[in-house]
């Protein structure tokens, strides 16, 4: 079983500023992978960034980047040089390595992004 | 261009009846949920479907039913039987393989989600 919280139900940050969204999770599966997503007010889910628990090295996708402390359970999004279209509900998400294993959501953090 | 179509994008039922929410996929994947998205709660999973003719119950699947006839279509009915049916529904798919064997392939494709309103 899995688990996933994020704990902050609203973020503010100033344009070209950074901000970090938290997330822990929690699994009993040795192989897993973590994700965030974007879901802005057109309300489609867009995938932002993975992260492979077997990997040391924290996922960067441009602007976005993680901090993966594995044995904090730790998942957190850092944002930089914010951007108006950075605004939108961003979900954490988990899911164990074997083909059953379904994806599995936080309850969601909103991004404000102000001028 | 390959992806998911989600039908009605809005979607209004009256107390005591049975509604179906349509989702289609051109991607050639095996794999396709179905997610209730709640205000405050996030998404949840109601039922999933690795292959077609086979599908299993999620974590909310009280109230709904599937079916998997065809590869390109995982219908979700909403029964009556659903006490809040008011929600915003999602369907996704996947290929039905780990994400370490997957690869760079691996990862969920969402539809463009239908609003259901019960009046």
């Known amino acids: 079983a899995q688990t996933v919280t994020q704990s902050q139900p609203e973020m503010s940050v100033q344009e070209a500023e950074t901000v970090t969204l938290s997330c822990t999770y929690d699994?009993?599966?040795?192989?897993?992978?973590l994700f965030w997503y974007k879901q802005p007010p057109s309300r489609q889910m867009i995938l932002v960034i993975r992260q492979e628990a077997y990997k040391q090295q924290n996922a960067t996708e441009n602007r976005f980047s993680v901090n993966f402390q594995k044995a904090a359970k730790s998942f957190s999004l850092k944002i930089s040089d914010s951007q108006l279209g950075d605004a939108a509900m961003y979900f954490c998400?988990?899911?164990?390595?074997?083909?059953?294993?379904?994806?599995?959501f936080g309850t969601g953090t909103r991004l404000q992004v102000t001028l | 261009d390959g992806g998911i179509t989600q039908s009605p994008k809005y979607l209004f039922r009256k107390e005591g009846q049975n509604v179906t929410l349509s989702c289609e996929q051109n991607?050639?994947?095996?794999?396709m949920y179905w997610y209730r998205q709640d205000p405050g709660q996030g998404l949840r999973l109601i039922y999933y479907?690795?292959?077609?003719?086979?599908?299993q119950k999620g974590d909310i699947a009280e109230g709904y039913s599937v079916s998997r006839e065809k590869k390109e279509s995982f219908p979700l009915t909403v029964t009556s039987a659903q006490k809040n049916p008011t929600a915003f529904y999602l369907c996704a798919s996947s290929i039905n393989d780990s994400p370490r064997t997957g690869g760079e392939n691996y990862g969920y494709t969402f539809g463009s989600g239908t609003r259901l309103t019960v009046v």
């Open positions: 699994t009993s599966e040795s192989d897993y992978y």
């Open positions: 991607l050639n994947h095996d794999a």
């Open positions: 998400a988990s899911r164990g390595g074997g083909t059953a294993s379904k994806l599995t």
């Open positions: 479907s690795q292959i077609v003719n086979d599908f």
